[in-house]
Structure formats: C-alpha cells, structure tokens
C-alpha cells in the first residue's frame, strides 16, 4: 500500500509572500515633454502653457504617469508641477522620473500599508521570481517593514531558499 503524501510546506506556519500579488494594475505612461520645447531644449512659457491648455488629459485616467524630459534642457520645476495639477483628476499616481522611480514609488507606498500583524513571530519567504516589473527597492521595502515582527525572513522558494534574517532568542 502507497503511503499518502502529505504536503509539509502547505501545512507549515510558513508564510509566503508574493510581490507579485501587490502589484498594482493599470497602464504606466512615461509622458515625456520634449516635443513642448522649443527647438528642443528650450521651455517657453506661454508655448508651453498652451501645449498644456490643449492637451487632451482625460487619457490617463487611472494610469500611472512618470513625467520626464529626455532632452538634456534645464527645465524649471514649476512646469513639472503644472503638468502634476492637469493629470491630479485623471491619473492614480504622478512622479517626476522614469517608469523605475514610478514602480518603487508604488510598491514603497503598497508596502507601507501592509498590516504586518499576521506576520508576527511566523517564518516568511519573499518569493523572488517575478513575471512583474518588481523594483528591487521594493523587497528592501518588504524586509525594513516585516523584520521587526517576523520570526526569520528567507529569499526564494519553498524547495529552496536563501536564509536572510533570523531574530535572536
């Protein structure tokens, strides 16, 4: 007779976390204004000023929008702020920067939030394999918010993982 396999992992106190699972959706838009310059390096207040009057900005509505310039222009931080005010009724989130800036500032505020209760004094696994943009700010993110409470903190898989933190007794 065949003896039942039995699932230790399934039936540990081991807690599996996912970044994956966090990740919020919607559309990413690197909005770059380099075609607002003039002549391509220069922002001219009232051409740009009037690039943002007639801009449709209803097409972002719940993206994510990194606001850039790919121009080596010095671009003064009021137009930055300006686009900030016409994306605020459409767009779920603006940074200034690129679309890596844009995910490490999602998941530090997602992780922020995480009610780190149900890890109190229980082992975790951070899954690392990502199909996901994941910055790796983000699983830095991860351990400054569960060590405190967690009973060890491992990297990987269960069948095989990485001991990271293990509180002292």
């Not at 790919?70 to 931080?77: F, L, M, N, R, W």
Request: glycine share 2%; hydrophobic share 45%.
């Amino acid at each position: 007779m065949a003896e039942e396999i039995i699932n230790r992992v399934a039936n540990s106190p081991l807690i599996n976390i996912d970044l994956e699972d966090f990740y919020p959706e919607g559309e990413r838009v690197l909005f770059d204004i380099k075609d607002w310059l003039f002549e391509g390096i220069i922002l001219r207040e009232k051409d740009f000023r009037d690039s943002v009057k007639n801009h449709n900005w209803s097409q972002y509505q719940d993206a994510y929008v990194a606001l850039t310039c790919s121009e080596d222009a010095i671009i003064p931080s009021w137009a930055f702020l300006l686009l900030s005010t016409e994306l605020q009724p459409y767009a779920k989130k603006v940074v200034v920067g690129n679309l890596e800036l844009l995910e490490t500032v999602l998941f530090q505020n997602i992780i922020a939030s995480i009610d780190i209760t149900q890890f109190e004094n229980k082992p975790i696994i951070i899954k690392g394999c990502a199909n996901k943009p994941i910055p790796a700010s983000a699983f830095s993110f991860l351990i400054e918010r569960i060590q405190p409470v967690a009973k060890n903190i491992m990297y990987g898989e269960a069948c095989s993982t990485v001991p990271l933190f293990k509180k002292k007794k």
